[in-house]
Structure formats: C-alpha cells, structure tokens
C-alpha cells in the first residue's frame, strides 16, 4: 500500500478506520477482530476455526457500500 498512499499515512491509521466503519455497520467483534486482524479476546476465541469467508465478507460489503 505504501506505493499508493502518500507518506503522512500510516497503516495504523487505516486499520482504526477500518474498525469504526465495521462498527458503524453492527459488525459482531469478534468479525472484526478477524478482518482487522487483532488478537482474539479470549481463549474461548481460539477453539474455533474462525468465520467464514461468506460471513467476512457480508460485513466487508456493508462497509465498502455504506
């Protein structure tokens, strides 16, 4: 991406906008967590093989064309 944005963006920056419009679209947080791809919140979390592609993207969708 840094080829494509200019240099006083950083990708931090992206990944908290990508949480607030996946929050603006009632995405559940573990979804987010996924997409984003922050850590899971607990260990109950981890026992499962996480969610679908279909379901990633209804959410991803929503925020593209919301």
Do not use: N, T
């Not at 944005?5 to 908290?16: C, Q």
């Not at 996924?34 to 093989?49: A, C, M, P, R, T």
């Amino acid at each position: 991406m840094k080829e494509h944005v200019p240099s006083e963006y950083v990708i931090h920056g992206f990944r908290h906008a990508m949480r607030d419009r996946l929050r603006e679209v009632d995405c559940p947080a573990d979804v987010m967590d996924e997409i984003g791809g922050w850590l899971k919140q607990s260990v109950g979390q981890s026992y499962d093989k996480g969610s679908s592609l279909e379901r990633l993207h209804r959410f991803m969708v929503q925020v593209v064309l919301g």
